[in-house]
Nanobody, 124 residues
Framework: QLQLVESGGGLVQPGGSLRLSCTASGFTLDYYTIGWFRQAPGKEREGVSCIRRSYGSTNYADSVKGRFTISRDNAKNTVYLQMSSLKPEDTAIYYC?????????????????WGQGTQVTVSS
């Protein structure tokens, strides 16, 4: 059974940083394309970043380019999302998701397995 668990969320001031983790159990993360999504209150879930299986190439939403970095540690079966220069508009529940597909996508329906989410709040 594929399971994903996010951690690392919290309250941070504008301009601060957080590192989110997405740890997999029941499968080898490197064999899956992993996406990070977020959902703010009253808004649709949106794609934030993605890392392709095997090749490791990455995608970012325009709103986070230059501020967020996605990476993968195969030894720990974990994907990270390093978030810097955080803004109040980054406040949301952040989810990681997995697909066996080879290509990145920012469409939630393309991902079959999801974590429970972790809250990120950016506020002074």
């Amino acid at each position: 059974q594929l399971q994903l668990v996010e951690s690392g969320g919290g309250l941070v001031q504008p301009g601060g940083s957080l590192r989110l983790s997405c740890t997999a159990s029941g499968f080898t993360l490197d064999y899956y394309t992993i996406g990070w999504f977020r959902q703010a209150p009253g808004k649709e879930r949106e794609g934030v970043s993605c890392i392709r299986r095997s090749y490791g190439s990455t995608n970012y939403a325009d709103s986070v380019k230059g501020r967020f970095t996605i990476s993968r540690d195969n030894a720990k079966n974990t994907v990270y999302l390093q978030m810097s220069s955080l803004k109040p508009e980054d406040t949301a529940i952040y989810y990681c998701a997995a697909t066996a597909g080879y290509y990145c996508s920012d469409v939630p329906l393309d991902f079959g397995s999801w974590g429970q989410g972790t809250q990120v709040t950016v506020s002074s």
